[in-house]
């Protein structure tokens, strides 16, 4: 089955500057991955997805990145805010029916 | 996106009683719908698929006569936690399916149970 490792699991990162999550798959069917935002004592909130056929996504300070070749796809935060603090998790889909399979998670903390 | 909510947000409760945690889709019709629990500093864990209509789908080591899921309704899903003893404390959380955005999940914001 698919597998989904994720790191850092912590980060910490300036205000101001950018952040790079980093997530692998094992799984070469796989077609469509989210990233979620979870916020303390909150569900996860979906930020940002890219499917397979496509290299890269963008929406405003967020971008993602995927690799099918190497089986990498990567979340970009750009001009980091206090708000970006949170837990990040990537995750894989390999077909429509199938269950999400997450990443451990990524701890973010902006500094100020 | 769309919206997903979740009832209670919190519960407490003692030990050997039932809870009941409603999963609702609020601007879509859901035919699937997912349950997870997380523990403190944890990834989500899923529990079981639920199905619109049919008997839910349980992961390997979930209970399902403890975990007992209702999927009666395009909109509603409910998780019954039944003799609930301390070590069934955590957060569940729940996600739908919008068929019509193909593979994404939306999150419900989660209940923390505390079983005393």
């Known amino acids: 089955g698919e597998n989904v490792e994720q790191h850092p699991s912590t980060l910490s990162v300036q205000e101001g500057d950018s952040a790079v999550i980093k997530c692998t798959y094992s799984d070469s069917a796989s077609n469509y991955f989210p990233w979620y935002k979870q916020e303390l004592g909150k569900g996860p909130q979906l930020i940002i997805d890219?499917?397979?056929?496509?290299g890269e996504k963008k929406d405003q300070r967020i971008a993602v990145t995927l690799n099918k070749t190497a089986k990498h796809f990567s979340l970009h935060i750009t001009e980091t805010q206090p708000e970006d603090s949170a837990v990040y998790f990537c995750?894989?889909?390999?077909?429509?029916?199938?269950?999400?399979?997450f990443g451990k998670g990524t701890r973010l903390h902006i500094l100020p | 996106g769309a919206v997903v909510s979740q009832h209670p947000s919190r519960v407490i409760c003692k030990s050997g009683t039932s809870v009941k945690i409603e999963c609702r889709s609020l601007?879509?019709?859901?035919?699937?719908m997912f349950w997870y629990r997380q523990f403190p500093k944890q990834s989500l864990m899923l529990m079981a698929t639920s199905n619109e209509g049919s008997k839910a789908t349980y992961e390997q080591g979930v209970e399902k006569d403890k975990f007992l899921i209702n999927h009666a309704s395009l909109t509603l899903s409910t998780l019954t936690v039944t003799s609930a003893h301390p070590e069934d404390s955590s957060f569940y959380i729940c996600s739908a399916r919008d068929p019509s955005g193909i593979d994404t999940q939306y999150f419900g914001p989660g209940t923390r149970l505390t079983v005393l």
């Open positions: 995750a894989a889909i390999p077909n429509r029916d199938d269950k999400i399979i």
């Open positions: 601007d879509f019709q859901a035919t699937t």
């Open positions: 890219i499917r397979s056929n496509v």
